[in-house]
């Protein structure tokens, strides 16, 4: 733009333009466009053929330079080739059962879904689309065998569960599903990538909550979906930046990447702590149950030490009480604010009966093992005998 420009223009465009660009950052900038100029018009060109990776950009929806980088990152983490960032975990796992399943197929699931997941399964592709939705105990594979069928398309998993850590055995599911040629899909949230990495162990697509763990910080909502089968991919691409329209934003990208950076750390320091406080808790007379993999009481144990390269920093508890005994633990805490989400660096407690999971009915809860005395931990990085000491404290406020 000439510098005798009009201060009004000037305002508007002067140091803009992409020769302003090429300092030589040496982390990926927070890249706010909303588009891009581009040389000249092509005749031959298709938005498909847009190869951002060779600095091809033309709208932001489509790409944006700092959730490419992103999109590039998670997909390394997790072992694939293709991945795409989107704006919440929800809508990373609708786009993807959406790509899998047309009306009239069959999806098997594991019954013990993250709440979202299971309400959408149901009303949105049950209810309204069409889709039937088997629910069933994924602990053995064999319910997941005996549910599939010629019309079974996809079958989801999430492993470990919420909020009770149930597992799922990922390769003996991958491989039976891949008999009947479904998909499978698997939530690794809990786990992160650092400590299973379910396309190693025969899934086909992998989704994650970026809110949680990979972003780590409690500030920024997210959700990725990872895949090496370029079909599938290009179908969730299609939702997400054209069918949905749903994409993370810059800021966020640039917010995940950020935290990524640090998930191994803080992965490691989750876990040490969730360990510790898992066998404070197995000893605590008022304590009746701790589900945590990494307890050698863990029914299913050797399945974690297995599959996991970890057991993570998720752990659920039944105090020894009922519905007031928990509340008055949960009001005697200080170290741990009453919240729901997960996987950030602070620590959180939630009431799932009340909290992530009233919305089932009660008989819904019972059928699950959710009972009224239980409590979930998000494990954060502080240090541990402050943790301790606070539940140390709540437990004491029990009649
Ligand atoms: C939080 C969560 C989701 C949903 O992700 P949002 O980012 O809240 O949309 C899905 N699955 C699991 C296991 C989660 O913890």
Redesign the pocket.
Known sequence: MARDAHFDTRAVTHGEGRRRMAAEDVVVPLHLTSTYEIDEIDPDASLEDLDPDAGEYLYSRLSNPTRNALEHRLASLEGGQHAMAFA????A?VATVMACVEPGDHVVAFEDL?G??KTMLSRLFEERLGVDVSFVDARDPQNVASHLSEETTLVWM?TPT?PLMRLCDVAAIADLAHDVGAVLGV?N??ASPVLQRPLELGADVV?H????YLNGHSDS???AVVTDDACLASEVQFLQQVGMGNVLSPFDSFLTLRGVKTLPLRMERHEANAGAIAEFLAEHPRVTQVHYPGLPSHPQHDLAARQMDGFGGMLSFEVDGGLDDVAAFLGSLSAFPLAV??GGVESLIEHPATMTHSPLTPEDRAALGITDSLVRVSVGVENVDDLIADLDTGLAALR
């Open positions: 919440s975990g929800t809508s796992i993250y979202g997941t999430e919420n939530d949230t809990f989704v909550s970026t809110t949680k909502l997210g959700g989400s997960l």
